[in-house]
Structure formats: C-alpha cells, structure tokens
Nanobody, 121 residues
Framework: QVQLVESGGGLVQAGGSLRLSCAAS?????MGWFRQAPGKEREFVAR????????YYGDSVKGRFTISRDNAKNTVYLQMNSLKPEDTAVYSC?????????????????WGQGTQVTVSS
C-alpha cells in the first residue's frame, strides 16, 4: 500500500503561480496529477515516469504547467503558471506501480487526499 502526501494548494490570483508537491512512501513506476471541479468529471493534468522521460500533459494545461520529480525523495512536483479561474479544482496526486498513470485504468492507482486550488479573477 503506497501512501501519498500532498501539499502546496491555496488561493491565487489569475495569472499567478503555485507549486504542488506529492511525496510517496515508496518508489512507483509513475506518478501524476488529476483535478476535479464541482459538477465536473475528473480530468487528467500531467504524469511522469520514474525515469523522468515519459512525461504527458492534458491539453488544457500544456505550456502552462510543468511536472518534475525528485527520486531520492519519491516526490513529484507540479509547477502551475499563468493560472486561470477555470483551473480551480481539487487536485489529487496519483501513483501506479503497474504502469503509466493516464495510460492504464485508474483502478490500479494509489491516491492522495487532494488539495484545493482556487484561482480568483
């Protein structure tokens, strides 16, 4: 059982930046981020493999968000720039020991508790 601890959420003005962190209790094949706003379905944001080479972003955040990881700390980061009100959501960290987050079913993921990101206009 992999445990994930998230931090970095908060309130920011449109155009601003936030950096989310997710620390895992052990090494996993990949880690990533999803988000969900009230009344909307869960949306894929970004993911990265253990090697750091297999990176993938959702279309809505390409060019604005950057995912990275520190393997010594089993930690993944999400740098969010040029934030928009439509980025407001609960952001959840996910990890998989079986394959690539976003490419395999979510039933195989471990999940963090979620952190609220609110972007004001």
């Amino acid at each position: 059982q992999v445990q994930l601890v998230e931090s970095g959420g908060g309130l920011v003005q449109a155009g601003g930046s936030l950096r989310l962190s997710c620390a895992a209790s052990e090494r996993t094949f990949s880690m990533g981020w999803f988000r969900q706003a009230p009344g909307k379905e869960r949306e894929f944001v970004a993911r990265i493999s253990w090697s750091g080479s297999l990176i993938y972003y959702g279309d809505s955040v390409k060019g604005r968000f950057t995912i990275s990881r520190d393997n010594a700390k089993n930690t993944v980061y999400l740098q969010m720039n040029s934030l928009k009100p439509e980025d407001t959501a609960v952001y959840s960290c996910a990890a998989s020991s079986a394959g690539l987050v976003s490419a395999i079913p979510a039933s195989s993921y471990y999940w963090g508790q979620g952190t609220q990101v609110t972007v004001s206009s």
